[in-house]
Structures are given as C-alpha cells and as structure tokens.
C-alpha cells in the first residue's frame, strides 16, 4: 500500500484524476490517496490557492500526482504549479516527449526529452512597478541552480541510454544571465566527457529546428522560461498537450502533472482526454517502485491509441472520457 498525494486541480482535473485512479486501481496496484484540492476553488474558504495543508501532505507522502489547476492571465494569484515548485525544491521538470503510434503528426521519429530548470529565471515572480506603463522584471539566474539542473540531464541520459544533452540558451543576447546558464553547463558538461556528447544551440534556432526535424535531437536542459515554452512545442510535435506528460523532481518529494491546462470551456463535459495524467502516473509508479504496472498501463494506453476506436474529441474521435477510460481497462488484461 502507498500513500501518495493527489491534488485533483479544477476543471476537467476532477475527471481526469478520477480516470486516472480508476486505471491504476485495475492495474492492481493498492494507492490510499490522500485527496486534496488548491487553485481558485478553495482561495474563499482558506485564503489562498496552495494551502500549507497540501504541502505537508506531500512532505509527509514524498510523492504527489496532480491534475491541472487553473493560473490567471494578467491578474490574479501566482501560479500554484510554480509555487508547489518553490516551496519543495523541485528543481528538475522532465517532459519526455515521443511519438505514439495511432496519434497522427505530421513528425515521424521524435524522441527527446526536455530537462527545465525549474525554480528561478523569470518565475521567480521578482517584478516591480515603476510606474503605471513600466513594470520591471528580473530574470534570476544562479550557477549553482544551473549546475544542478545540468547535471541531472547528464545523469538522466546516463540512466536513460541517451547520447547527447544540448544545452539552450539566448546568450548572444542576455550575455550575462544565459550567459552564467551557458557557462555552467560547459563546466559540468567535463565531467561527462567520453560519457555524453555535449552540444549548445540558441533558443531561436532550436524552435526553428524542431520543427524542421525534431529527431536529430535527444536531451535539452533550458532554463525555466525557455524549458516552459520548448516544452509545448515539443508537445505539439507528437499530437498535443493532452498526450504529454511531464514531472517535478527534487531531492526529496516528487510531484507528476501534465503539461496541459485545466480546459474550463470542457469541464463537466465528459470530454477530457485523460491520457496525459495516466501517463504521468506511469511514471509515479515507476517511481515508486511499481515498474510492472507502469508498463501494464503504458501499453493498454498505446493499444487504445493504435486502435483508434475510443479517441477523445482532441485526438479526432469522438469517445467520452469515461468510454476511452473503460477501454483502457479493458486493454490491461
């Protein structure tokens, strides 16, 4: 029996995290989730969007998997996925990102995976008023934090089978900001010599490059701003946010999300595609040790995909969430 955090998010996150345990349960695998809730819903009771409760019950459980929780555009509270990062020191987001055979792209052979660092750079929210048509932001940017997040995309392409980690930067133009990112990574980059090839790109290029022929890349490491950004268009490469996946590692408590939103314009619906979350906690399970359920559900998610009876609205079909998560069941035995 594990005990694990679940922050089911708002919008269509209900929904999905309930298709999510309802897989994992058939998968055989013993979860007492301690249920939580954060973001808008619970700011008129409590006070604010990440209660201190929700951070205690990961500190206490060491692993959370969350479903989308709504961030205000232009106005509002602070991003309760940013703020979950800070608070743990989740330094490194991963956001793998393959092709999956029954999702149509126009991009054959994409295996990559995006390595974000993940608690500084322009999300560590330092802005400042000047006046009422200047605002002043700070983009943070710190060798050790860089050498960190560096240093685990080397280590994850060691563990990984991977070949190459390419560091992403705008140092041509921030000289001193990317420029410290760009010069971390060369210095830990030596130590990985003869191990991993090392390359850099300009993040310009590398968007352009994806695009282009996104297979002759294999692990990138950005910082935070770049890492967001990239990390959708990788997304887009093999069918959408609502097929990728992405985690928060910190030394340690983990968390697994999403990439996606929260899709209000869809919530209660029945339309979600809950692919993403379920293959997030894939990932939580390998995680914590339950390798052979991961694979299990992994595999039903693919065949569900190849077989393209039960697709969401967003991948071209016409399933309800509900039908695309009974077939799932049905393909893990």
Known sequence: MHNITLIQGDGIGPEISEAT?????????EINWDIQTAGADVIETEGKPLPDRVLESIKKNKVALKAPVTTPIGKGFR?????????????????????IEGIKTPFNNVDLVVVRENTEDLYAGLEEKIDDNTIHGIKLITRSASERIVDY????????????????????????????????ARNVAKKYE?????????????????????????????????????SDLTAGLIGGLGVAQGANIGKDCAVFEPVHGSAPDITGQN???????????????NYIGEGDASKKIQNAIYKTLKEGKFLTKDLGGCAKTT???????????
């Open 21 to 29: 345990m309802k897989i994992i349960k058939a998968a055989g695998v």
């Open 79 to 99: 991003s309760v996925n940013v703020e979950l990062r800070r608070a743990l020191d989740l330094y490194a987001n991963i956001r793998p990102c393959k092709n």
């Open 153 to 184: 995309a080397f280590q994850y392409a060691l563990k990984n089978n991977r070949k190459k980690v390419v560091a992403v930067t705008k140092a041509n133009i921030c000289k001193m900001s990317d420029g410290l990112f760009l010069d971390s």
């Open 194 to 230: 003869g191990k991993i090839e090392y390359g850099e790109i300009l993040v310009d290029n590398l968007c352009m490059q994806l695009v282009q022929n996104p297979s002759k890349f294999d692990v990138l490491v950005l910082p935070n701003l770049y890492g967001d950004i990239v």
């Open 271 to 285: 339309l979600a595609n809950p692919t993403a979350l379920v293959l997030c906690a894939c990932e939580m399970l």
């Open 323 to 333: 039908e695309f998560t009974d077939e799932v069941i049905k393909n893990l035995k």
